[in-house]
């Protein structure tokens, strides 16, 4: 498996083989590969610089995802605010991954920090549940 950071994609080769029979007559063996990429984009930003209680852009992987990474930044020390994730396969109804982020807790300095885990959901998304004060946050979501 190959990532391109270029284009945003995961790619990986599958080796095909087989026998090909062609027209008139006759057959000929066929060898070689198929390489398959994923169109989800390497990664999405669910919050960008937020502050009010809200819910995030959903990023959509195309796929049920078998892990999941959540990278909140802050721009500074964050005194009150939640945030949440969550995870869906029909991009309707949306269930809570893991507990809730707590900014005051987890963002004392403009810091990131890395929330990761395994899950069954085709689309991801952050939401603030508690309005975010002494800064703001920005949530970046990857899945694979």
Same mark, same amino acid.
């Not at 995030?56 to 992987?61: M, R, S």
């Not at 892990?67 to 802050?74: E, L, W």
């Given at each position: 498996m190959a990532y391109n950071p270029a284009t945003g994609t995961t790619s990986s080769t599958i080796p095909v083989s087989g026998t090909l029979t062609t027209v008139p007559s006759g057959t000929q063996t066929v060898t070689g590969a198929v390489t398959v990429s994923p169109t989800a984009p390497a990664v999405v930003t669910s919050l960008n610089a937020a502050t009010a209680i809200s819910s995030? &852009?959903?990023?959509? *992987?195309g796929y049920l995802s078998r892990?999941?990474?959540?990278?909140?930044?802050?721009s500074a020390t964050l005194t009150a605010g939640v945030v949440r994730l969550f995870g869906s396969i029909d =991009?309707? =109804?949306f269930v809570q991954i893991g507990s809730d982020i707590s900014c005051t807790a987890d963002f004392t300095a403009a810091v990131s920090k890395a929330y990761t885990g395994a899950t069954n959901y085709r689309? *991801?998304?952050?939401d603030i549940t &508690?309005?975010?004060t002494g800064g =703001?946050? &920005?949530?970046?979501?990857?899945?694979a």
């Open positions: 995030g &852009t959903v990023y959509d *992987l892990d999941y990474t959540f990278v909140g930044t802050s =991009n309707t =109804n689309y *991801l998304r952050a &508690t309005t975010i =703001n946050i &920005t949530v970046k979501v990857m899945g």
